[in-house]
């Protein structure tokens, strides 16, 4: 398979203008787009903003921010995936959602282009069986805030191909990201593990065991982990902790996985986390 050169993104959100930036950073021309115009627009101030913050540490200069941003042209039609060599879906972890932009991915890109899925709990399978080209569809998943995360964890569906499964890891390294393979399971790897752990503190809140600054001082000091579970969860945003914990419940059908009730009320509430000024905290 011939070398990546460019990269569609679809879905200019934390996590989609956060591959956006790493991708144009490793000299790959950058496609990326989304449903409104306005979403475009505050994904490519993201990366802006970010890449600033680069300049002010002095690890970039402004000519390195004003090149990467140069890299990155932003749309509002799915149609333009079809210029690139490579497509990362990074909408909202809703699986009809997902499905619907693979089959418009698969009608609109020419068939050697491979189509891979910034999912962190939908089967790849799935996703994959709704195409056409089930060999040439992968799971890139990466870790929020893409930038500073260096791991992707790479999916094969049960028809990955053995060279796109190589193609994608050597993208990732080219993207300066350690890939490590996972399993086609609910949750994969990081999920399944990291999932339960913050639905647990959330159990442990719910149920009056300790206030939330307890409860993450403990796990950070008891358990060396960098920022606390509840943090953690207003950080990924509630409804995409939910959204994981109802796929990893339906899909392994232990009740271990049950959906702690306060973060269902918290969802309900429109209470998300850093994104909407407050989840477990207020920001």
């Not at 089959?103 to 709990?121: F, K, M, Q, Y």
């Not at 059908?253 to 989840?279: E, N, Q």
Request: glycine share 10%.
């Amino acid at each position: 398979m011939s070398e990546i050169k460019s990269l569609g993104v679809v879905g200019s959100g934390q996590m989609g203008a956060g591959i956006a930036q790493v991708a144009a950073a490793s000299g790959l021309l950058v496609v990326m787009s989304d449903i409104k115009e306005e979403f475009v627009k505050r994904g490519l101030g993201a990366i802006e903003q970010s890449l600033g913050r680069l300049v002010k540490k002095g690890i970039l200069t402004t000519d390195n921010q004003k090149a990467i941003l140069a890299k990155i042209k932003g749309t509002t039609n799915i149609k333009d995936m079809a210029e690139t060599d490579f497509v990362v879906e990074a909408a909202t972890e809703n699986e009809e959602l997902k499905l619907q932009l693979f089959r418009e991915l698969d009608g609109c890109c020419p068939a050697n282009v491979i189509l891979s899925s910034n999912t962190s709990s939908i089967s790849i399978t799935k996703i994959a069986a709704v195409t056409k080209r089930p060999d040439k569809v992968i799971g890139m998943h990466f870790m929020n805030p893409v930038p500073l995360m260096k791991l992707v964890e790479i999916i094969r569906g049960l028809a990955t191909s053995d060279e796109v499964f190589k193609t994608t890891n050597d993208l990732a390294q080219k993207m300066e990201k350690t890939p490590v393979t996972a399993n086609d399971f609910p949750g994969f790897i990081a999920n399944r593990i990291l999932m339960p752990m913050i639905n647990e503190a959330i159990y442990a809140l719910f149920e009056g065991v300790g206030k939330p600054e307890d409860i993450d001082q403990i796990m950070k000091l008891g358990a060396n982990h960098p920022m606390g579970p509840l943090a953690l969860a207003d950080l990924i945003g509630l409804d995409t902790c939910l959204a994981i914990l109802k796929v990893l419940h339906s899909g392994l059908g232990d009740p271990k996985y049950r959906p702690c009730p306060l973060l269902i009320k918290y969802v309900d509430a429109g209470w998300l986390g850093r994104k909407t000024g407050r989840g477990i905290y207020k920001y």
